[in-house]
């Protein structure tokens, strides 16, 4: 079974602290992406990465950078926490060419 | 710019009502859809992809080029398809899979 594990499921961090959120894939995919999941919003995606120290903008990267140091793990990054970033956070994973992403089970981050 | 629209937030369906959900969508090159869906409590997954062409838990959804559209459909609702369902396309040159902003269904007993 593929396993994307997010580090946390749960988050409180105050406006302007700089946040990790980590997420960890067994399955060697190449591909590793961070969305924000919002209501009535839908998933929004921030960054996504397609090899180890490779990265492309998404949608809405304002306010976020990603670390991509190895292959099996993709960290996002809140420089400075605002409570407009207060959202669930998701990360997925998928093979190069292949169209099926995995999704680890999302970090519900509150910035008070 | 690539786009994907679900029209409906909600949508509430009686149990045993054919179920339909819109997906439209908007791309350049030659698009790659999907249906993720989102059950309680459960991680986002693939529910199916139009190149697959295949009906999984009695839905299916036909890709139309010409009206750039990709619904989900189900003849008979059941309580258990009660979800957040989210139509995707993927980029096929960078691999970004982009979603909709997703659509409620709701079952009614």
């Known amino acids: 079974d593929v396993k994307v594990t997010q580090s946390s499921r749960y988050l409180v961090k105050r406006t302007g602290e700089k946040v990790f959120l980590e997420c960890v894939q067994d399955?060697?995919?190449?591909?590793m992406f961070w969305y924000r999941q919002d209501p009535g919003l839908g998933l929004r995606l921030i960054y996504f990465s397609y090899d180890v120290k490779m990265k492309e903008k998404g949608d809405i990267p304002e306010g976020y950078s990603v670390s991509r140091e190895k292959k099996e793990r993709f960290s996002l990054i809140l420089e400075s926490a605002s409570t407009n970033q207060t959202s669930m956070y998701l990360c997925?994973?998928?093979?190069?060419?292949?169209?099926?992403?995995?999704f680890g089970q999302g970090t519900r981050l509150t910035v008070v | 710019a690539q786009r994907v629209t679900q029209p409906e937030k909600l949508l509430s369906v009686f149990k045993g009502a054919p179920v339909e959900l819109k997906c439209n969508y908007s791309y350049s090159g030659s698009p790659e859809l999907f249906w993720y869906v989102q059950y309680s409590r459960q991680r986002l997954q693939l529910l199916l992809r139009h190149i697959s062409r295949e009906s999984i838990k009695g839905f299916t959804a036909d890709l139309n080029k010409g009206e750039t559209s990709f619904h989900l459909k189900k003849p008979f609702a059941q309580e258990e398809d009660s979800a957040m369902y989210y139509c995707a396309l993927r980029e096929n040159r960078d691999d970004k899979i982009i979603f909709g902003k997703g659509t409620r269904l709701h079952i009614l007993p």
């Open positions: 997925a994973s998928s093979f190069v060419g292949r169209a099926e992403a995995f």
């Open positions: 399955m060697d995919h190449e591909n």
